[in-house]
């Protein structure tokens, strides 16, 4: 029993350290079109704020990333190359615009990096793939450090929303009481669609949020700004 609960504790705590905001793959540099939002008026206040990120949990994250990043798990438990492969290119063809696929590429292939120092060997080889995901080597990491499929969607989700939220907090600007108020209450709907995402049949992978795609695009426009993406 004592190893039981040494192991869970430790998987954990692994878990924890793949979201913290402090891991070095640049995830606090990209907004995801939401700085070009702020900047043409559409995203004012908390209420704004909330809404957007509800919208692209539901119709983006959910039917899209964490769906794939469960199937991606999935294929790194059983060594598959075929389906890690396949997986990681069509979420790559699911990215809408130029900076949201350089996004996940850049910051997979600096976890990529960072696991590789972690003696996670695998990720050696994803260091300068064009078809490198976050997600791709978020599961990676999941599956050697024997966190669990729904755990890993979760924190995956948790990730993108505190990130989205930081982003919320300086560009509105909003408060550091309202920006933890939109996390209490956005994540509260993170366990079911983690049990959605892993429940969705392959066919039915895929979504699109048209707000997001064309702020993305516009911010690759933007004059001025403080992001990334």
């Known amino acids: 029993m004592l190893i039981t609960v040494m192991t869970t504790n430790l998987a954990l705590l692994r878990l924890l350290q793949l979201v913290s905001p402090g891991l070095p793959i640049g995830m606090y540099s990209y907004s995801q079109g939401f700085e070009c939002a702020v900047q043409d008026g559409w995203i004012k206040n908390a209420s704004d704020t909330a809404d957007w990120l ?18 991606l798990f999935d294929a790194w438990q059983e060594n598959n190359r075929v389906h890690i492969e ?17 996004e996940d590429r850049q910051t997979g292939q600096a976890l990529a990096r960072l696991l590789a ?6 990720a050696q080889d994803w260091l300068r793939r064009p078809d490198a995901t976050l997600a791709t080597l978020f599961s990676l990491a999941a599956s050697r450090w024997q966190i669990t499929k729904s755990d890993m969607i979760a924190g995956y989700l948790w990730g993108w929303l505190e990130n989205q939220v930081l982003c919320a907090v300086k560009l509105i600007p909003l408060g550091q009481v309202a920006g933890q108020q939109l996390l209490k209450h956005l994540a509260e709907q993170l366990p079911e669609l983690v049990q959605q995402a892993q429940e969705l049949p392959d066919e039915e992978i ?3 949020v048209f707000g997001l795609a064309l702020a993305s695009s516009r911010h690759e426009m933007q004059y001025s700004r403080l992001f990334r993406s």
Not at 57 to 65: E, F
Not at 117 to 122: A, H, I, N, S
């Open 54 to 71: 509800n919208g692209v949990l539901k119709q983006g994250l959910s039917r899209v990333d964490a769906p794939i990043l469960g199937k």
């Open 86 to 102: 396949h997986w990681s290119a069509t979420l790559i063809a699911c990215r809408e615009t130029s900076e949201l696929r350089n």
């Open 117 to 122: 120092k972690l003696d996670v060997p695998e």
């Open 206 to 208: 895929g979504g699109s």
